[in-house]
């Protein structure tokens, strides 16, 4: 991954991963997550490439990490988020890493506690 400009040659690496792909958590219908940082080498942001996220969390961009914050809302049912993030480094180089967050609801016809 080189790149010319003029007489000089600059050679990058492409951003790579610090946070292990996989789970993030399982989490309580209409609780917070609490802060998940998401962390990738030379990366300069990171974006939502694909999936879903649940509602009420959101992902703040950083440079080489960023965060998931929020408290759920709107889970009807147990579910898991399938999500793919993209970390981006200032070449425009990209990596892909691919989440889950868990949401539960509790048993049928019984209490939660949050």
């Given at each position: 991954n080189a790149v010319q400009t003029g007489a000089v040659l600059t050679v990058s690496d492409a951003p790579a991963w610090v946070t292990g792909a996989g789970s993030l958590g399982s989490f309580a219908a209409g609780s917070s997550i609490g802060t998940i940082t998401l962390t990738a080498t030379n990366s300069t942001g990171m974006t939502l490439q694909s999936g879903s996220l649940p509602g009420g969390i959101t992902l703040t961009s950083g440079v080489g990490s960023s965060t998931l914050?929020?408290?759920?809302?709107?889970?009807?049912?147990?579910?898991t988020y399938s999500f793919t993030i993209r970390a981006t480094d200032a070449e425009g180089q990209t990596a892909d890493r691919a989440f889950t967050i868990t949401i539960n609801l509790g048993a049928n016809n019984s209490g939660q506690f949050n």
């Open positions: 914050t929020g408290t759920e809302s709107g889970a009807t049912a147990d579910t």
